[in-house]
């Protein structure tokens, strides 16, 4: 299936939204000239496509004192739990950037960002007083590669 071109106004929207991510809906509509109804549904159909996703705002920080610190957290969890208390968790915490569900032994990845490694074991301690958590490991990182991959249809 080939995804429709992009037009003016979905160019417009996406450099707003390159260039100030976070917007009001109608702050981008106004700035591109259409709708807030219209801008809703081009956004939405953007997100379908993969043209935005994520939300994430890459910084490249020039004082290594206001950059942030990456960090893997690797949670197992107690057997026979389903996680759902783990996420409600989860959501408490805007320093996760992402989770991910292991499919091979069940445990979670969590990306996080702190600003400065006394929050980092304050997460740490936050999750190891769950009852579903068996074990946890954690580790500062180092992006080596920071992308989204571009869209590909099955079979080419």
Same mark, same amino acid.
């Given at each position: 299936?080939?995804?429709?071109?992009?037009?003016?106004?979905?160019?417009?929207?996406?450099?707003?939204? $390159?260039?100030?991510?976070?917007?009001?809906?109608?702050?981008?509509?106004?700035?591109? !000239?259409?709708?807030?109804?219209?801008?809703? !549904?081009?956004?939405?159909?953007?997100?379908?496509?993969?043209?935005?996703?994520?939300?994430?705002?890459?910084?490249?920080?020039?004082?290594?004192?206001?950059?942030?610190?990456?960090?893997?957290?690797?949670?197992?969890?107690?057997?026979?739990?389903?996680?759902?208390?783990?996420?409600?968790?989860?959501?408490?915490?805007?320093?996760?950037?992402?989770?991910?569900?292991?499919?091979?032994?069940?445990?979670?990845?969590?990306?996080? $960002?702190?600003?400065?490694?006394?929050?980092?074991?304050?997460?740490?301690?936050?999750?190891?007083?769950?009852?579903?958590?068996?074990?946890?490991?954690?580790?500062?990182?180092?992006?080596?590669?920071?992308?989204?991959?571009?869209?590909?249809?099955? !079979?080419?």
């Amino acid at each position: 299936m080939k995804l429709p071109a992009l037009d003016s106004t979905d160019l417009k929207i996406l450099n707003v939204l $390159q260039d100030e991510a976070r917007l009001p809906l109608k702050t981008i509509a106004e700035r591109t !000239g259409i709708s807030a109804a219209q801008c809703e !549904g081009r956004i939405y159909r953007l997100e379908l496509e993969g043209h935005i996703g994520g939300y994430t705002i890459i910084r490249n920080f020039p004082d290594p004192a206001t950059r942030p610190i990456p960090a893997v957290i690797r949670i197992a969890q107690e057997p026979g739990r389903s996680g759902h208390d783990l996420q409600r968790s989860m959501e408490s915490l805007p320093e996760i950037t992402t989770a991910e569900h292991l499919n091979a032994d069940h445990s979670i990845l969590l990306r996080v $960002q702190v600003p400065d490694l006394d929050r980092l074991n304050k997460i740490i301690s936050f999750f190891r007083a769950q009852s579903a958590v068996l074990s946890l490991e954690v580790s500062t990182s180092q992006p080596l590669i920071s992308h989204r991959p571009a869209s590909q249809t099955i !079979g080419h």
